[in-house]
């Protein structure tokens, strides 16, 4: 028998596929145009500053691209298999659950690989400037492969231990973001504890954190610290055995998981148990059942179940507590303007996050199982069956969406004798608000043409998020070279960024919105009852 023959044949029909070649060109055309724009700037034009601030650059966003690739290429990829029945299949032969996981991560994970490897070409132009050392450069390769691997790793581990697409995404994100970020504030807060500062706990605590190998990859952190190289040697180290134990659990994992075993008398009574929780008692399930489905079936189809929210909750509670202890232990630095925008940057960008997922899964699954025919063989319009998924979303983000705005409102309040403080975190709450309402239709529309909502989700939050970013570089790009003076230097310090930062935003957010609004109003019927394999060839 070949050895691992998934492996070989996913290798051979990804060599086949144009998006393999593409994805080269454009991870390449992208590096480019990040040292396009570093080198427009005339201040980073000398040979001395360019090559670091190109490097440094081009090094964050593979770091980032490298920590979070994960969630979207393997955290589904097993679990898909095993909601469509065909995971057992390949357990009818004499495959084992490493043939399976092998063939499984290269198939996910090869774009991937490729589109960074084609960005390292870019970033070795920097060592010809000058300012960047070879081993530098190597370093940072390296914690990138490493990283690559390691999240791509923990996708696939959290796609063999769940079958619903959700849960998987949810627990890789949730064990990515706790090893990149929650590990180095756990040891900045140790740091700054009395009883074990200068002791090397906190540094050793933050050697599984991908963060903290980046951190000492680059030249200047390491020279600082005598320690620093064991702790990247460590760092790197453990990360990657970490990442090889995920892998064989789950090869260990998937031939036991692949199908439903019957449940023990009292595994049973505690599933019971814990459904009941989550419904509530049977009164009150009742009355809202009924209440719900006189006003609209599809919103009591979406909101079942108290448990939809609870790991938003939990997570909002969890940074309130961070908060609470932060001030505590370390007032002065926790009331910094720095804390106050990483706290909002992150909590809206998990909002954002948890709309988008949901609002493309409940359409994409229902099309694929024909619930979405069979919802419109009734006498329910199209039109109550979107407005049913529109209230459910409400209800079901309304309080966190809500919360967090009102934390923005204590931000705004802290500092708001500032310059330009207010009108910042007033442009950031009225385009957090425009982005749960574009990427909630965007959603619905894209997971409505996508057999796999982690796919259509990523590409909804590419153009909401990302988008307006790259054409606010552009444009400061464009206004800084340029010789003709629109406004003086104050109106850009004071406002100029904020409405910017709005205008495009608001122009992003209608491009995308109301497109996707129309068409899913207006072709919701067509698209719903045509099969995903006939729209493909067409």
């Known amino acids: 028998m070949t050895f691992l023959p998934i492996l070989q044949r996913e290798l051979i029909e990804a060599s086949r596929r144009r998006g393999t070649y593409w994805i080269r060109v454009g991870a390449a055309a992208a590096g480019l145009g990040i ?42 990829c097993l679990s898909e298999e095993k909601r469509e029945g065909t995971l057992g299949l390949l357990f009818l032969t004499d495959l084992k659950g490493y043939d399976i996981v092998a063939g499984k991560l290269a198939a996910t994970s090869l774009n991937a690989a490729y589109g960074l490897l084609a960005l390292f070409p870019v970033m070795a132009v920097p060592l010809l400037a000058g300012g960047v050392t070879l081993v530098e450069f190597g370093r940072v390769v390296l914690v990138c492969l490493n990283t690559l691997f390691f999240t791509l790793a923990i996708g696939m581990f959290s796609s063999a231990i769940n079958r619903d697409e959700r849960r998987a995404m949810v627990c890789a994100f949730a064990v990515i973001l706790f090893l990149v970020v929650g590990l180095p504030i756990i040891s900045v807060i140790v740091e700054n504890t009395s009883r074990w500062r200068n002791t090397g706990l906190s540094e050793w605590l933050a050697v599984p954190s991908p963060s903290f190998s980046a951190l000492f990859a680059f030249e200047e952190p390491r020279r600082g610290t005598p320690l620093a190289s064991t702790y990247f040697t460590a760092s790197v180290t453990t990360i990657h055995v970490m990442g090889w134990l995920l892998l064989l659990a789950s090869s260990v994992i998937v031939p036991r998981t692949w199908q439903d075993r019957p449940l023990s008398a009292g595994a049973l009574r505690r599933r019971q148990q814990i459904e009941q929780l989550g419904a509530g008692p049977v009164s009150r399930r009742v009355a809202r059942r009924q209440s719900l489905l006189s006003l609209n079936p599809v919103l009591w189809l979406v909101t079942r179940g108290r448990f939809k929210t609870a790991a ?14 932060g001030l505590i232990k370390n007032p002065a630095d926790w009331k910094e303007e720095f804390a106050y925008v990483l706290t909002a940057i992150a909590a809206h960008t998990i909002l954002k996050f948890a709309v988008v997922t949901e609002a493309c899964r409940r359409f994409s699954f229902d099309r694929q199982s024909g619930a979405l025919e069979l919802l419109l063989s009734t006498p329910l319009p199209p039109r109550e069956i979107i407005r049913g998924q529109v209230l459910g979303l409400e209800k079901l983000f309304a309080g966190p969406v809500l919360v967090v705005l009102l934390a923005d409102f204590v931000f705004l309040l802290a500092e708001r004798h500032g310059e330009g403080w207010i009108a910042m975190w007033s442009v950031g709450m009225i385009i957090f608000v425009a982005d749960l309402f574009t990427l909630s239709w965007l959603g619905m529309w894209r997971g409505l043409n996508s057999r796999r909502p982690s796919r259509a989700a990523a590409a909804a939050l590419l153009r909401v998020l990302v988008l307006p970013w790259i054409l606010i570089a552009l444009a400061l790009t464009v206004l800084g070279l340029s010789q003709v003076r629109f406004f003086d230097h104050s109106f850009w310090e004071l406002n100029g960024l904020q409405l910017l930062y709005l205008v495009v935003s608001v122009a992003v957010n209608a491009l995308f919105g109301l497109p996707a609004r129309r068409r899913l109003l207006t072709q919701f019927r067509e698209v719903a009852t045509q099969r995903f394999e006939s729209r493909h060839r067409k």
Do not use: H, K, Q
């Open 312 to 325: 938003l909750w939990a997570l909002l509670l969890g940074g309130a507590l961070a908060w609470t202890i």
């Open 35 to 76: 040292g396009i724009w570093v080198m427009a700037f005339p201040e980073w034009r000398a040979p001395s500053r360019m090559g670091p601030a190109l490097f440094n650059w081009l090094s964050v966003v593979a770091l980032v691209y490298c920590a979070f690739i994960g969630i979207f290429r393997t955290a589904d």
